[in-house]
């Protein structure tokens, strides 16, 4: 039973467009949602997240959009760039938990 | 200046062969965790400790079982490794302020190849 769900395994993007990462959930209890981005032979790092309260969190060249009522998030990343290449995981938590839920992740890559 | 430490990057063990997998951090974290990812799945939550207190998921097979001797250290034990244990182990930790800024802190994972 797949809480988070992220289905696309991969997306390929040219340098300077906009990237659009998707997530959904099933779980109505998640109250917060992060993104982590994850190189190869690396763990994965933090790179923004979203409180169920809000509808959209923007830091820099990244936007997280939340709509609650289709269960739904996405990530916005523009301009793109090569170095953002990487596997990019949703999660979801609630209620101040410890525990991050995870989807399966969407590979990135930002073509020069 | 590396916060997570995993060691070691890379393990190999046989079937039914006890292996140890160790997690370091310097970041005076309360709670450390760890994740199973296999194969093009998400990070799945094993257990974790709060401090001394541990926390086990109700899913986690009794084959896996952790140690937290001190602040610093966590580790994995796999008493008896199968093929379906061959994956990605992830280690994080987090302040355990359990609040929107409590983010968690992941070291680069030990690949476990089970023969």
């Known amino acids: 039973d797949q809480q988070v769900k992220q289905n696309s395994p991969s997306l390929s993007v040219q340098e300077g467009r906009i990237s659009i990462l998707n997530c959904d959930y099933t779980?109505?209890?998640?109250?917060?949602f992060l993104w982590y981005k994850k190189y190869p032979a690396e763990g994965p790092t933090f790179l923004i997240s979203i409180s169920s309260i809000k509808d959209k969190n923007e830091d820099g060249r990244f936007t997280v959009f939340l709509n609650k009522s289709a269960k739904h998030l996405s990530l916005h990343i523009v301009p793109s760039q090569p170095g953002d290449s990487a596997v990019y995981f949703c999660a979801g938590t609630q209620g101040g938990s410890e525990k991050l839920v995870f989807g399966k992740g969407t590979k990135l890559t930002v073509n020069p | 200046d590396a916060m997570v430490i995993q060691n070691p990057r890379y393990q190999v063990t046989q079937f039914g062969k006890p292996v140890t997998l160790s997690c370091s951090q310097t970041?005076?974290?309360?709670?450390m965790y760890w994740y199973q990812q296999k194969s093009s799945q998400a990070p799945k939550l094993l257990f974790h400790y709060y401090d001394k207190d541990f926390n086990n998921e109700a899913d986690t097979p009794d084959n896996f079982q952790s140690r937290r001797p001190n602040t610093s250290f966590c580790f994995l034990d796999i008493r008896s490794p199968g093929l379906g244990d061959a994956a990605m182990y992830l280690c994080?930790?987090?302040?355990?302020?359990?609040?929107?800024?409590?983010?968690?802190?992941f070291g680069p994972g030990t690949r476990l190849t089970v023969l």
């Open positions: 994080a930790t987090s302040r355990g302020t359990w609040g929107p800024t409590d983010t968690q802190y």
């Open positions: 970041l005076n974290h309360n709670v």
């Open positions: 779980n109505s209890m998640f109250d917060y």
